[in-house]
C-alpha cells in the first residue's frame, strides 16, 4: 500500500494530539501501515443478508418483552 506524504503528516499530527509524542517520517509511516493492515484484517462489513437476521432476531426480542406481564408495584 502506498502511503503519501500528506496521509503521513496527518497521521502524525493526530498521534501528537492523542499521546503527545512525535514520530519521524519512518516511525508514523510504520505505525500507520501496521494500523491499516490491523483495520483491514478486523473491518468486516456485514452482509444485506446478515442485517436482514439481526433484525428479524431483535424484533422478536423486542416481541418477547413487550408481550411480558408486569407485576403489581408496591408502592408504599
Known amino acids: 500500500m502506498d ?3 500528506s496521509e503521513i503528516k496527518h497521521f502524525q499530527q493526530l498521534y501528537i494530539t492523542k499521546f503527545g ?3 519521524d517520517d519512518k516511525t508514523a509511516r510504520y505505525k ?4 491499516v493492515r490491523q483495520m483491514h484484517v478486523v473491518y468486516q462489513p456485514i452482509t444485506q443478508q446478515q442485517l436482514d437476521e439481526q ?3 431483535n424484533e422478536h426480542i423486542n416481541e418477547d418483552t413487550t408481550n411480558e406481564q408486569i407485576g403489581p408495584s408496591s408502592d408504599c
Open 32 to 35: 500507520l501501515l501496521k494500523l
Open 55 to 57: 433484525n428479524a432476531k
Open 3 to 5: 502511503l503519501t506524504t
Open 21 to 23: 509524542i512525535e514520530l
